[in-house]
């Protein structure tokens, strides 16, 4: 079927600001989908609240609202911009769920805009878990027999008939709070109480427990025709109870028969054709492992973080697919991008093997438990392929970026044999470093396989992995002796499962340049194989590529032009996001468009850099020394690009200049410099620039001599680290020795910095440098008093309360600083400001976190800009007058987004440490409005009940009076923890005086039980020892769905957007023509 | 031990022993499928071949209970890597065993993408599989050249007529090298299947009276099936609805004065999309063959392209004009693959039940 001729404007709804569980995958999708629709001449209006995104770029839609994912907004927006349709099927939950809204009430009928890519009845039958169930039922697909109980009674009475154990969720809790699994009665008495108890409708569904089943997902396409492909299967390591964006993964499935295989397959098709969806589907299976009885768990009707791996594993893009088909195009007519002669109806057929990791956030959350279960807690994923399961896995581990390498990297050696046993029965994300100690234990297949129920073929590549340890440490003897030690056969066989050089080293006693070395001598290097979506039975025209030793190399010829290596950011884990992405990617299309040769490495298969046809190639690969060199070998670049991976690319520098890779832009000394605290000083020095006061230490008894010098409060943090990992405020010496064991605690080659802490204004500023000029695209200013790290701080754009003077100071102290380190592309620069007084607290001479917002809010686009300076261009060329530029006569503001309903046991409390996952964007005429939009974005929609608490610290108790004030003039009653109440009242607030936690009802916790709170404020005290009180507070406030603010200014700022603004009334802005 | 994989074209690739140990020499193909090794071991169709797999890891579930003939059939059998260890609730025996217990010859460790690769460009060629180090390819090589695969049906029909019992309708197999899954397919949906020798005649099996007739897979040159192809003319002249599956599909074509001709390295996998003309559906088909119909030299009155490969745009199935008669290069059956044509098997099913 020929495109639909109708559609000519269509509204594609993105998924919002990253959190846990919708990620990056969606930008890839939507950015893929967009450039589709206008591939075939559609104009494509796009509404999405995350500003770090590439699809919020002018370059992918023709007009770009980041606006807050409302169904109010969409309907203006559609007013506003009268679409015909709208794409709702790749913005992930959030998109889906307006679309339902929107057509619910019917407002898509009254304005003749239909819904492309799936009906709402489709969405119904899917989403709905009755609908659902009963469509399943009709075409004898089984589900897990379950049913919603709303008494503890009825949850015995169903739990007997399907028998234990059983699975219990509670409806409309966050984060899976007050779930579990009940193996007899007893357990389920105690767990369905208080679960009915924290759902807010009073509803816990019981459903029959398939923990254990091998978890398997088909990603199906459909079309109108009925046509019908599966993209790829994918069979997780972790049976059924984890969540599989928390499991690893390999594709295609490895322990299922064609048997398995194809019943299962047949039944996703069925499952797809009876749910009738156009477009991208994906189906998730519980599988016997004894038995050919399945259940199906789960049906997205949509695209979805499992089909951007499956689009990564096998080359098939399924969100340009989805689109097209979207315009009504069979799966027939839509030709094969990679192999640009068959056609996407087919299958694509993998000749290697995909190795999934999750990255969680526990190096951050280091209170959280690291136990994995149905409620999703990675912040992003990494990807591998090899031709063999091992290799790939060992790929995959060291691309995390966690410090880990190999199986060694987490020592449980020193565990007893039972304690090592219990260990094993812990579903969390170390437990395969636990099987393979298991293995060297010589603890059998059947047990460990009877603990874990992992399938024993996994086992087994473990095993393997394990043998190859114990072979390369039997050579360390030889290797003692003076001798090589490592002969060529075994060296072969353990690069085939791809041990790094680094751990071979480690293992034979050889220094690692030697096995390099050795590996040369015997002409052991990697080679390139393609990912071609036919197992080679078709010429491909795609160069995505993947390594493997022991192989032929088929990477092409290159075309002679120059070539640059750009090195993407890894995996998205709090403090290095999708923003890099964003950087990578316009860096990337800047250097094309100067007629280079592009060449990316990124092991990330949610996003946009590793989509195929960004790069002119692209390596999937890790991001560590050794990789980047096979690659740097083959390629020969003529330079490579650091500055806009984040943390990742920027250590890699060092290797890549040992290499003989120039590095373009900022060179590597002056990288240094801005990192080594001695040389950054003689550089404030000499430039007349001030700074807190501060020392370099490396022990705790070093780091409190600096600090009682300094006087308390102090900053706590290491150096070369991203989002402020480690960092923290001391407010004693008790603190100091605290915190750095923490930071021990993680390998640290890096000293320790103790600086002053500065209560004032903190200002940043993204800045472009040629050498001798810079461009400030505009100065940021955030609500939050510094001493909260500048990610989790609400970002102000232009600035609004510093003074005219103060901003030429700015941009004069950025100027000498970026020419005195010689900065040639982007600077980034932390202020703080108190009264005229400017401090430089961070310098970072690379990319940072806010450059896709500020290129945005002032449409500057920085990232291409500064590629063209790292060529040789001269901002005066470019058509930019050098300097701060003019202030914009409108207001941005940035908001960040936590997940921390996801990660049980997180202190949400904010500090120096990072821990936001995505940002969202508000944009106004006035700056109440830009902050309404930007908290409506962040998903605060108030007021609702009109209820509040307050609970805080007694330095906040005078502002706090202030607030409590403004809260109540908009009609809210506060409920407040004794001290606060009694501040409250004595400034003539009224406030109603509850009991703490530990006292007796009713109390604080009954309140928020109650689930009539609209807002706790909470603000803890600083330091280390902080109240328990206060912890379980915020966290039984967030796992029941109440917003938790723990900064006064961001409280402030909230009562502030609140007072004046209308959520009706809001004015949309069209950022493509800023 | 260290085998060795000789090309025609002289390309050798140097691995690791895997089943027999003794030479073989055959044609060269290659499998995509991901799953299903098994049944592709044990497809007749392989007879007189040697295949490569693509997927490189096999054997991970290890033998199970889905053989589709009594024994496997390839010369030889080419791969990346068998698994040290199979796991599968159904699990027999390892795949290396069942590959010695077979006595056929292979090769593990080599780079099967590379090996895919030349006969994608160079199409499919012979090629000798040798564990003698001291090979001389001199001697060698003019050996491939003259190798031609030969009558391999008469090799893999079966020896006498059996039966599997049904109430339905009655349908007479012409067994050319056919994979366990057709009859089943056809006895599942009741019919009473009667399977016979490929060299059986016309005569015999229209005197069984039977409802319908189906022209089974098998291996080989369909050109060569000389005088199957005089049978099956004389079964087109009778009423008795016909369908016909790869090999089938050739010999009906050929017995109408079509011609075959063949691929360059043929369609071996389960991902193959056919398109129905009646209807303009795709399916994702299993599919292993190395020759094709050329349905342009068939009289149109005779009858019409009813498939075609979306890839390639060959031939896929022929409806017979005037006739309860209609054939399909691909495999309905699976076994391995996708199960989506299956449909077929009713097809034929209500062409039998119109019929009477």
């Given at each position: 079927?020929?495109?639909?001729?109708?559609?000519?404007?269509?509204?594609?709804i993105?998924?919002?600001?990253?959190?846990?569980?919708?990620?990056?995958?969606?930008?890839?999708?939507?950015?893929?989908?967009?450039?589709?629709?206008?591939?075939?001449?559609?104009?494509?209006v796009?509404?999405?609240?995350n500003?770090?995104?590439?699809?919020?770029d002018?370059?992918?839609?023709?007009?770009?609202?980041?606006?807050?994912?409302?169904?109010?907004?969409?309907?203006?927006?559609?007013?506003?911009?009268?679409?015909?349709?709208?794409?709702?099927?790749?913005?992930?939950?959030?998109?889906?769920?307006?679309?339902?809204?929107?057509?619910?009430?019917?407002?898509?009928?009254?304005?003749?805009?239909?819904?492309?890519?799936?009906?709402?009845?489709?969405?119904?039958?899917?989403?709905?878990?009755?609908?659902?169930?009963?469509?399943?039922?009709?075409?004898?697909?089984?589900?897990?027999?379950?049913l919603?109980?709303?008494?503890?009674?009825?949850?015995?009475?169903?739990?007997?008939?399907?028998?234990?154990?059983?699975?219990?969720?509670?409806?409309?809790?966050?984060?899976?709070?007050?779930?579990?699994?009940?193996?007899?009665?007893?357990?389920?008495?105690?767990?369905?109480?208080?679960?009915?108890?924290?759902?807010?409708?009073?509803?816990?569904?019981?459903?029959?427990?398939?923990?254990?089943?091998?978890?398997?997902?088909?990603?199906?396409?459909?079309?109108?025709?009925?046509?019908?492909?599966?993209?790829?299967?994918?069979?997780?390591?972790?049976?059924?109870?984890?969540?599989?964006?928390?499991s690893?993964?390999?594709?295609?499935?490895?322990?299922?028969?064609?048997?398995e295989?194809?019943?299962?397959?047949?039944?996703?098709?069925?499952?797809?054709?009876?749910?009738?969806?156009?477009?991208?589907?994906?189906?998730?299976?519980?599988?016997?492992?004894?038995?050919?009885?399945?259940?199906?768990?789960?049906?997205?009707?949509?695209?979805?973080?499992?089909?951007?791996?499956?689009?990564?594993?096998?080359?098939?893009?399924?969100?340009?697919?989805?689109?097209?088909?979207?315009?009504?195009?069979?799966?027939?007519?839509?030709?094969?991008?990679?192999?640009?002669?068959?056609?996407?109806?087919?299958?694509?057929?993998?000749?290697?093997?995909?190795?999934?990791i999750?990255?969680?956030?526990?190096d951050?959350?280091?209170?959280?438990?690291?136990?994995?279960?149905?409620?999703?807690?990675?912040?992003?994923?990494?990807?591998?392929i090899?031709?063999?399961?091992?290799?790939?896995?060992?790929?995959?581990?060291?691309?995390?970026?966690?410090?880990?390498?190999?199986?060694?990297?987490?020592?449980?050696?020193?565990?007893?044999?039972?304690?090592?046993?219990?260990?094993?029965?812990?579903?969390?994300?170390?437990?395969?470093?636990?099987?393979?100690?298991?293995?060297?234990?010589?603890?059998?297949?059947?047990?460990?396989?009877?603990?874990?129920?992992?399938?024993?073929?996994?086992?087994?590549?473990?095993?393997i992995?394990?043998?190859?340890?114990?072979?390369?440490?039997?050579?360390?003897?030889?290797?003692?002796?003076?001798?090589?030690?490592?002969?060529?056969?075994?060296?072969?066989?353990?690069?085939?499962?791809?041990?790094?050089?680094?751990?071979?080293a480690?293992?034979?006693?050889?220094?690692?340049?030697?096995?390099?070395?050795?590996?040369?001598?015997?002409?052991?290097?990697?080679?390139?194989?393609?990912?071609?979506?036919?197992?080679?039975?078709?010429?491909?025209?795609?160069?995505?590529?993947y390594?493997?030793?022991?192989?032929?190399?088929?990477?092409?010829?290159?075309?002679?032009?120059?070539?640059?290596?750009?090195?993407?950011?890894?995996?998205?884990?709090?403090?290095?996001?999708i923003?890099?992405?964003?950087?990578?990617?316009?860096?990337?299309?800047?250097?094309?468009?100067?007629?280079?040769?592009?060449?990316?490495?990124?092991?990330?298969?949610?996003?946009?850099?590793?989509?195929?046809?960004?790069a002119?190639?692209?390596?999937?690969?890790?991001?560590?020394?050794?990789?980047?060199?096979?690659?740097?070998?083959?390629?020969?670049?003529?330079?490579?690009?650091?500055?806009?991976?984040?943390?990742?690319?920027?250590?890699?520098?060092?290797?890549?200049?040992?290499?003989?890779?120039?590095?373009?832009?900022?060179?590597?000394?002056?990288?240094?410099?801005?990192?080594?605290?001695?040389?950054?000083?003689?550089?404030?020095?000499?430039?007349?620039?001030?700074?807190?006061?501060?020392?370099?230490?490396f022990?705790?008894?070093?780091?409190?001599?600096?600090?009682?010098?300094?006087?308390?409060?102090?900053?706590?943090?290491?150096?070369?680290?991203?989002?402020?990992?480690?960092?923290?405020?001391?407010?004693?010496d008790?603190?100091?020795?605290?915190?750095?064991?923490?930071?021990?605690?993680?390998?640290?080659?890096?000293?320790?910095?103790?600086?002053?802490?500065?209560?004032?204004?903190?200002?940043e500023?993204?800045?472009?440098?040629?050498?001798?000029?810079?461009?400030?695209?505009?100065?940021?200013?955030?609500?939050?008093?510094?001493?909260?790290?500048?990610?989790?701080?609400?970002?102000?754009y232009?600035?609004?309360?510093?003074?005219?003077?103060?901003?030429?100071?700015?941009?004069?102290?950025?100027?000498?600083?970026?020419?005195?380190?010689?900065?040639?592309?982007?600077?980034?620069?932390?202020?703080?400001?108190?009264?005229?007084?400017?401090?430089?607290?961070?310098?970072?001479?690379?990319?940072?976190?806010?450059?896709?917002?500020?290129?945005?809010v002032?449409?500057?686009?920085?990232?291409?800009?500064?590629?063209?300076?790292?060529?040789g261009?001269?901002?005066?060329d470019?058509?930019?007058?050098?300097?701060?530029?003019?202030?914009?006569?409108?207001?941005?503001?940035?908001m960040?987004?936590?997940?921390?309903?996801?990660?049980?046991?997180?202190?949400?409390?904010?500090?120096?440490?990072?821990?936001?996952?995505?940002?969202?964007?508000?944009?106004?005429?006035?700056?109440?409005?830009?902050?309404?939009?930007?908290?409506?974005?962040?998903?605060?929609?108030?007021?609702?009940?009109?209820?509040?608490?307050m609970?805080?610290?007694?330095?906040?108790?005078?502002?706090?009076v202030?607030?409590?004030?403004?809260f109540?003039?908009?009609?809210?009653?506060?409920?407040?923890?004794?001290?606060?109440?009694?501040?409250?009242?004595?400034?003539?607030?009224?406030?109603?005086?509850?009991?703490?936690?530990?006292?007796?009802?009713?109390?604080?916790?009954?309140?928020?039980?109650?689930?009539?709170?609209?807002?706790?404020?909470?603000?803890?005290?600083?330091?280390?020892?902080?109240?328990?009180?206060?912890?379980?507070?915020?966290?039984?406030?967030?796992?029941?769905?109440?917003?938790?603010?723990?900064?006064?200014?961001?409280?402030?700022?909230?009562?502030?957007?609140?007072?004046?603004?209308?959520?009706?009334?809001?004015?949309?802005?069209?950022?493509?023509?800023? | 031990?260290?085998?060795?994989?000789?090309?025609?074209?002289?390309?050798?690739?140097?691995?690791?022993?895997?089943?027999?140990?003794?030479?073989?020499?055959?044609?060269?193909?290659?499998?995509?499928?991901?799953?299903g090794?098994?049944?592709?071991?044990?497809?007749?169709?392989?007879?007189?071949?040697?295949?490569?797999?693509?997927?490189?890891?096999?054997?991970?579930?290890?033998?199970?209970?889905?053989?589709?003939?009594?024994?496997?059939?390839?010369?030889?059998?080419?791969?990346?890597?068998?698994?040290r260890?199979?796991?599968?609730?159904?699990?027999?025996?390892s795949?290396?065993d069942?590959?010695?217990?077979?006595?056929?010859?292979?090769?593990?460790?080599?780079?099967?993408?590379?090996?895919?690769?030349?006969?994608?460009?160079?199409?499919?060629?012979?090629?000798?599989?040798?564990?003698?180090?001291?090979?001389?390819?001199?001697?060698?090589?003019?050996?491939?050249?003259?190798?031609?695969?030969?009558?391999?049906v008469?090799?893999?029909?079966?020896?006498?007529?059996?039966?599997?019992?049904?109430?339905?309708?009655?349908?007479?197999?012409?067994?050319?090298?056919?994979?366990?899954?057709?009859?089943?397919?056809?006895?599942?949906?009741?019919?009473?299947?009667?399977?016979?020798?490929?060299?059986?005649?016309?005569?015999?099996?229209?005197?069984?009276?039977?409802?319908?007739?189906?022209?089974?897979?098998?291996?080989?040159?369909?050109?060569?099936?000389?005088?199957?192809?005089?049978?099956?003319?004389?079964?087109?002249?009778?009423?008795?609805?016909?369908?016909?599956?790869?090999?089938?599909?050739?010999?009906?074509?050929?017995?109408?004065?079509?011609?075959?001709?063949?691929?360059?390295?043929?369609?071996?996998g389960?991902?193959?999309?056919?398109?129905d003309?009646?209807?303009?559906?795709?399916?994702?088909?299993?599919?292993?063959?190395?020759?094709?119909?050329?349905?342009?030299?068939?009289?149109?009155?005779?009858?019409?392209?009813?498939?075609?490969?979306?890839?390639?745009?060959?031939?896929?199935?022929?409806?017979?004009?005037?006739?309860?008669?209609?054939?399909v290069?691909?495999?309905?059956?699976?076994?391995?693959?996708?199960?989506?044509?299956?449909?077929?098997?009713?097809?034929?099913?209500?062409?039998?039940?119109?019929?009477?």
């Open positions: 079927m020929p495109r639909n001729k109708d559609i000519k404007k269509v509204l594609v993105g998924s919002g600001p990253i959190v846990i569980g919708q990620a990056a995958e969606f930008d890839y999708a939507g950015t893929q989908a967009c450039r589709s629709l206008k591939e075939e001449g559609l104009e494509v796009l509404l999405n609240s500003p770090a995104t590439i699809m919020t002018k370059d992918i839609a023709d007009r770009v609202y980041i606006e807050p994912l409302t169904v109010e907004v969409v309907e203006q927006l559609i007013l506003k911009e009268k679409p015909d349709s709208v794409l709702p099927t790749l913005g992930g939950q959030a998109a889906l769920n307006l679309a339902m809204e929107l057509e619910e009430n019917g407002f898509l009928k009254r304005n003749n805009v239909r819904l492309i890519g799936t009906t709402s009845e489709t969405i119904k039958k899917a989403e709905d878990r009755l609908e659902f169930k009963t469509t399943m039922e009709k075409i004898g697909e089984p589900c897990a027999a379950s919603v109980v709303e008494t503890v009674e009825d949850g015995i009475r169903f739990a007997e008939e399907i028998g234990f154990p059983v699975v219990l969720r509670p409806a409309y809790t966050l984060g899976g709070s007050g779930g579990g699994i009940a193996h007899d009665r007893t357990q389920l008495v105690e767990i369905l109480e208080n679960g009915l108890r924290l759902s807010r409708v009073g509803q816990v569904l019981v459903e029959r427990c398939i923990a254990g089943w091998k978890e398997i997902e088909y990603e199906v396409m459909r079309d109108s025709n009925g046509n019908c492909i599966t993209v790829c299967n994918m069979e997780n390591i972790d049976p059924v109870g984890v969540h599989t964006g928390d690893i993964v390999v594709a295609p499935s490895q322990t299922l028969g064609d048997k295989y194809q019943m299962l397959r047949t039944s996703a098709l069925n499952i797809i054709s009876e749910l009738n969806i156009t477009g991208g589907c994906n189906v998730q299976y519980a599988l016997h492992p004894e038995t050919f009885e399945y259940c199906v768990i789960e049906v997205n009707p949509r695209v979805s973080r499992s089909s951007a791996l499956a689009s990564k594993a096998t080359g098939y893009p399924i969100a340009k697919v989805a689109a097209k088909i979207a315009l009504g195009y069979t799966l027939d007519e839509i030709k094969n991008a990679v192999t640009k002669k068959t056609y996407a109806s087919f299958e694509p057929m993998l000749d290697y093997c995909v190795v999934k999750p990255r969680l956030p526990f951050k959350f280091i209170s959280a438990k690291r136990t994995l279960t149905t409620q999703m807690k990675a912040t992003g994923e990494v990807m591998s090899c031709d063999n399961f091992e290799g790939a896995l060992m790929k995959a581990i060291r691309s995390l970026e966690q410090h880990v390498d190999s199986l060694l990297s987490y020592d449980f050696s020193h565990l007893s044999r039972e304690d090592l046993l219990e260990e094993l029965a812990v579903v969390d994300d170390q437990r395969i470093w636990k099987i393979a100690e298991a293995i060297r234990r010589g603890i059998s297949y059947d047990q460990i396989h009877e603990i874990t129920k992992i399938d024993k073929w996994f086992i087994d590549k473990i095993a992995l394990v043998e190859m340890e114990q072979s390369l440490k039997a050579c360390a003897p030889k290797v003692a002796a003076g001798n090589v030690g490592l002969d060529k056969e075994l060296l072969k066989e353990a690069k085939r499962l791809e041990f790094p050089d680094n751990v071979i480690r293992l034979t006693g050889l220094d690692e340049r030697k096995v390099h070395d050795l590996r040369h001598e015997y002409g052991i290097t990697a080679s390139y194989k393609m990912v071609d979506t036919c197992a080679a039975e078709f010429a491909a025209e795609t160069p995505y590529y390594s493997v030793f022991g192989s032929e190399n088929e990477v092409a010829e290159t075309s002679g032009k120059k070539k640059v290596l750009v090195l993407g950011s890894g995996p998205i884990r709090i403090g290095q996001g923003e890099f992405d964003f950087c990578s990617v316009h860096c990337t299309w800047a250097f094309a468009k100067e007629g280079y040769e592009t060449i990316i490495v990124n092991n990330n298969p949610e996003t946009v850099s590793t989509d195929f046809d960004i002119d190639k692209l390596y999937f690969e890790p991001l560590t020394p050794e990789d980047v060199e096979s690659i740097v070998d083959l390629e020969k670049p003529d330079g490579a690009v650091v500055q806009f991976g984040g943390q990742t690319a920027i250590k890699l520098t060092e290797s890549l200049m040992k290499m003989g890779v120039p590095i373009l832009g900022t060179s590597a000394e002056n990288v240094d410099a801005a990192e080594d605290r001695e040389l950054f000083d003689e550089i404030l020095e000499k430039c007349g620039i001030p700074r807190p006061t501060g020392g370099t230490v022990t705790a008894e070093e780091a409190k001599e600096v600090a009682n010098r300094l006087g308390y409060p102090v900053l706590v943090r290491p150096s070369y680290v991203l989002g402020g990992q480690g960092m923290q405020i001391a407010i004693n008790h603190d100091i020795d605290e915190f750095i064991g923490i930071i021990n605690r993680i390998a640290q080659d890096h000293p320790i910095l103790v600086d002053k802490y500065l209560q004032g204004k903190e200002i500023v993204d800045a472009v440098c040629d050498g001798e000029d810079i461009l400030i695209p505009g100065i940021m200013e955030h609500i939050e008093r510094a001493g909260i790290h500048s990610g989790d701080s609400i970002s102000v232009p600035a609004q309360s510093i003074s005219e003077k103060t901003k030429r100071t700015i941009e004069d102290y950025t100027k000498k600083l970026a020419q005195s380190l010689h900065v040639i592309g982007l600077i980034n620069i932390q202020f703080i400001v108190c009264g005229e007084d400017v401090y430089v607290i961070e310098v970072n001479p690379r990319s940072s976190r806010t450059v896709p917002y500020i290129s945005k002032t449409g500057i686009p920085i990232v291409p800009l500064a590629t063209k300076v790292i060529i261009s001269k901002i005066k470019l058509g930019y007058t050098p300097g701060l530029q003019p202030e914009a006569d409108y207001f941005a503001v940035k960040p987004v936590f997940s921390f309903e996801k990660i049980r046991g997180a202190d949400i409390s904010l500090g120096p440490e990072m821990k936001s996952t995505g940002e969202c964007l508000g944009i106004a005429k006035t700056f109440d409005e830009a902050l309404y939009k930007a908290f409506l974005g962040a998903g605060i929609k108030l007021p609702k009940y009109k209820n509040m608490i609970t805080v610290r007694d330095e906040d108790k005078e502002e706090a202030e607030i409590g004030r403004r109540e003039k908009i009609g809210y009653r506060i409920f407040a923890t004794k001290g606060t109440a009694e501040a409250l009242k004595a400034g003539g607030v009224k406030a109603n005086a509850v009991n703490k936690i530990e006292q007796e009802s009713p109390n604080l916790m009954d309140l928020i039980l109650g689930h009539k709170i609209d807002l706790v404020i909470d603000t803890p005290p600083q330091g280390a020892d902080r109240s328990r009180d206060g912890f379980v507070i915020r966290r039984n406030a967030i796992e029941t769905g109440v917003n938790v603010l723990t900064a006064i200014d961001t409280a402030e700022a909230l009562i502030t957007s609140l007072e004046n603004t209308d959520i009706k009334k809001l004015a949309l802005i069209d950022i493509a023509t800023i | 031990m260290k085998a060795f994989l000789i090309l025609e074209d002289g390309t050798v690739f140097t691995g690791t022993s895997i089943g027999s140990t003794r030479d073989m020499i055959s044609e060269i193909v290659f499998n995509t499928s991901m799953t090794y098994l049944e592709v071991l044990t497809d007749p169709s392989y007879a007189g071949q040697a295949v490569v797999m693509t997927y490189p890891l096999i054997g991970n579930y290890g033998i199970t209970p889905d053989m589709e003939s009594k024994k496997a059939w390839p010369d030889g059998y080419i791969v990346r890597e068998l698994s260890m199979p796991s599968n609730f159904r699990c027999e025996g795949i290396q069942f590959l010695k217990e077979q006595d056929i010859p292979g090769i593990a460790g080599i780079d099967t993408r590379a090996l895919t690769k030349i006969l994608r460009e160079k199409g499919t060629m012979n090629g000798m599989i040798t564990t003698n180090e001291n090979y001389d390819l001199e001697e060698i090589l003019p050996k491939l050249k003259s190798y031609v695969v030969g009558d391999v008469s090799k893999v029909t079966c020896d006498k007529k059996y039966v599997l019992e049904g109430s339905g309708p009655k349908v007479a197999l012409m067994d050319f090298g056919a994979k366990n899954n057709i009859a089943k397919s056809l006895n599942q949906r009741g019919c009473e299947v009667t399977v016979y020798p490929a060299f059986t005649s016309a005569e015999e099996i229209i005197e069984s009276n039977p409802d319908g007739i189906m022209l089974s897979n098998g291996p080989g040159d369909p050109s060569t099936c000389v005088s199957i192809i005089e049978e099956i003319k004389k079964l087109y002249h009778t009423d008795i609805p016909i369908f016909a599956i790869c090999l089938g599909h050739q010999l009906m074509a050929l017995a109408n004065g079509g011609k075959t001709y063949k691929l360059k390295y043929g369609h071996r389960g991902n193959h999309p056919v398109k003309l009646s209807n303009n559906r795709v399916y994702i088909s299993s599919q292993n063959h190395g020759y094709a119909v050329d349905a342009s030299t068939i009289d149109p009155e005779i009858a019409e392209a009813a498939f075609v490969n979306v890839n390639d745009g060959t031939n896929e199935g022929m409806a017979y004009k005037g006739k309860n008669i209609f054939t290069q691909f495999h309905p059956e699976a076994c391995p693959g996708p199960q989506d044509s299956g449909y077929l098997f009713d097809r034929f099913m209500d062409m039998m039940k119109g019929a009477r």
